[in-house]
Structures are given as C-alpha cells and as structure tokens.
C-alpha cells in the first residue's frame, strides 16, 4: 500500500516563496507522473503542475513563471517550488501520483494525498 504525504504548506506573505515536497509511503517500483492540484476556498479542484517520468512537465497559465516542479525518483517523489505567492494562491495543495505500480507486477493505480494549506496574505 502507498500513501501519500504533503508537506510544506504555511502562512506567507504576498511576495514570499514556498516548497512543498509530495512523500511517498511504502515502495513504489514505478509511477508514470506526479501532479500537484489545489481548491481554493469555494473553487473547483484544478491542476497546478504535472511532471511525467520522463520529465515532461506543465504548468496552469496561472502559475507559469512562478512555480516549479521537480521528480524524485526516491522517497520524496515531487517537490513544487512556489515563487512570488498571490493571495489567489491560497488553497489546499494536493498531489496525486498516476499509474502506480509497487512492483513488477502489480496493477497500475491511482493516490492522493491529504493536502496542506497554503495561505497567502495580502
């Protein structure tokens, strides 16, 4: 069994930066991306940024130039790098990992994590 865990999340200024890193419980012998979404207060759940294993990445328009997000292939399966923060940016931060398999022969299957807040004031 895999479980996620975020960490991270805090109260920032307006300006300021933030890393969440996205952990990975039990083994994990493949995954095929690692994503990072958010809700905001009264908003629908949306895509932050997504990275593939084989790097491919991308982000929302809201937060290109901003934001950036790297793989890692141990424990800590991904990592969002959070520059220039907005009061919009307030949200609860998820990641999800797609087609997981913890060996060569397991099924492929889906996780997420149970978020962690981020707040930005103004």
């Known amino acids: 069994q895999v479980r996620l865990v975020e960490s991270g999340g805090g109260l920032v200024q307006a300006g300021g930066s933030l890393r969440l890193s996205c952990t990975a419980s039990g083994i994990i012998f493949s995954f095929d991306a690692v994503g990072w979404y958010r809700q905001g207060p009264g908003k629908q759940r949306e895509l932050v940024a997504r990275?593939?294993?084989?790097?491919?990445?991308n982000y929302a328009d809201s937060v290109k130039g901003r934001f950036t997000i790297s793989r890692d292939n141990a424990k800590n399966l991904a990592y969002l790098q959070m520059n220039s923060l907005k009061p919009e940016d307030t949200a609860v931060y998820s990641c999800?990992?797609?087609?997981?398999?913890?060996?060569?022969?397991?099924?492929?299957?889906?996780?997420w994590g149970q978020g962690t807040q981020v707040t930005v004031s103004s």
């Open positions: 990275v593939t294993s084989t790097d491919r990445i």
């Open positions: 999800n990992a797609e087609r997981v398999k913890y060996n060569f022969f397991s099924e492929f299957q889906d996780y």
